[in-house]
């Protein structure tokens, strides 16, 4: 079992970057696949970006494929989502989850553990 907590949120305004960061608690992080998610006001929770244990291959959702970045640090526990030219449209709550398959999942319900979110907000 893996325990989440994400950090690194706030306010931004357009075009500016920030890089979320989700700790991990647990010895075995390094076995899980991590992935980001967010919901916006009235919206479904949408992936994001995931990185398969390993660190060999991520995937990223089109809207934000160039300008976010996902990584993951083992040694740390830590997994981290770079987001650089950020608009309006990316303010939602971000969620960091995780799951034990060494594959790419976009869906939400392929994701056995979630951190409480944390508030991106974008100003234009």
């Known amino acids: 079992q893996v325990q989440l907590v994400e950090s690194g949120g706030g306010l931004v305004q357009a075009g500016g970057s920030l890089r979320l960061s989700c700790a991990a608690s647990?010895?075995?992080?390094?076995?899980?696949?991590m992935g980001w998610f967010r919901q916006a006001p009235g919206k479904e929770r949408q992936f994001v970006a995931t990185?398969?244990?390993?660190?060999?291959?991520?995937y990223y959702t089109a809207s934000v494929k160039g300008r976010f970045t996902i990584s993951r640090d083992d040694a740390k526990n830590t997994v981290y989502l770079q987001m650089n030219s950020l608009n309006p449209e990316d303010t939602a709550v971000y969620y960091c989850?995780?799951?034990?398959?060494?594959?790419?999942?976009?869906?939400?319900?392929?994701?056995?553990?979630w951190g409480q979110g944390i508030q991106v907000t974008v100003s234009s």
């Open positions: 990185i398969i244990r390993g660190g060999r291959l991520t």
């Open positions: 989850a995780a799951h034990d398959r060494p594959w790419v999942h976009t869906s939400t319900a392929a994701y056995a553990y």
């Open positions: 647990g010895r075995t992080f390094s076995s899980y696949t």
